[in-house]
């Protein structure tokens, strides 16, 4: 959950496109509880923290639609890391954004930034070789206003430091509003990134649900 929830949109692609299944949920008091209707199939209630598989990928996507309870970040990202150490996944990929009217000059050249802990991370030339630049050094130091200290992201790539895993993060800068083309441009890189393209995921498959995003067109005829 970020300004203009770019990656929760872009996690939602990914597992549309990639035909993945929801295989669990994460139990938790740090998130809000929420349930909504389903956003892949109709009569299919979501909740605030699912888990999907793309086997034939060897991806597992972690969907959250709810955001962190105030003052229990700390407590979140400590269960999400047991969890991730739990379950032995060899590195963790963070799509997020933040206001790009915080931007530099430096930064107008492009959306895409990304952030790496100071484990090593497999796809880190990958991000160089995309032309996504590092938000550390784009901003001048002033990656803390993009991507705070305080905040999820960051404190649960610290936390992966501490048990040696590789952590990255793709970084949207964006606006509130519509926010699906920045979501298809994540997406976009997600599957370069990891080599998605490779495999046959030439194109990005928008979710059933996302026809109610922009709601009914104008009824012209009607009105004139």
């Not at 930034?113 to 032309?131: D, S």
């Not at 960051?154 to 920045?182: I, K, T």
């Not at 928008?206 to 995003?213: A, D, F, L, T, V």
């Amino acid at each position: 959950m970020s300004c203009g929830n770019v990656g929760q949109l872009c996690a939602d692609l990914l597992i549309t496109s990639l035909s993945a299944t929801r295989v669990g949920y994460l139990r938790t008091h740090a998130v809000s509880p929420v349930v909504g209707m389903g956003a892949f199939e109709e009569g299919v209630l979501s909740t605030a923290l699912e888990v999907y598989r793309a086997s034939k990928y060897n991806i597992t996507i972690v969907q959250q639609r709810a955001p962190v309870m105030q003052g229990m970040v700390r407590t979140f990202v400590g269960e999400l890391m047991g969890w991730i150490s739990q379950a032995g996944f060899m590195h963790t990929l963070l799509l997020s954004s933040a206001d790009a009217s915080c931007r530099n000059d430096l930064m107008l050249a492009g959306q895409l930034h990304h952030v790496v802990n100071r484990v090593e991370f497999p796809m880190h030339e990958r991000f160089t070789a995309l032309g996504i630049p590092s938000l550390t050094e784009n901003s001048r130091g002033e990656d803390e206003v993009f991507a705070p200290r305080r905040g999820f992201s960051r404190q649960l790539m610290e936390a992966a430091e501490e048990e040696a895993h590789p952590v990255g993060m793709l970084l949207s800068l964006c606006y509130e509003g519509d926010n699906v083309p920045q979501s298809q441009q994540l997406g976009a890189a997600v599957c370069c990134v990891l080599g998605l393209a490779e495999q046959g995921v030439n194109k990005l498959v928008e979710p059933q649900s996302w026809k109610h995003i922009r709601g009914a067109p104008f009824s012209t005829r009607e009105m004139y």
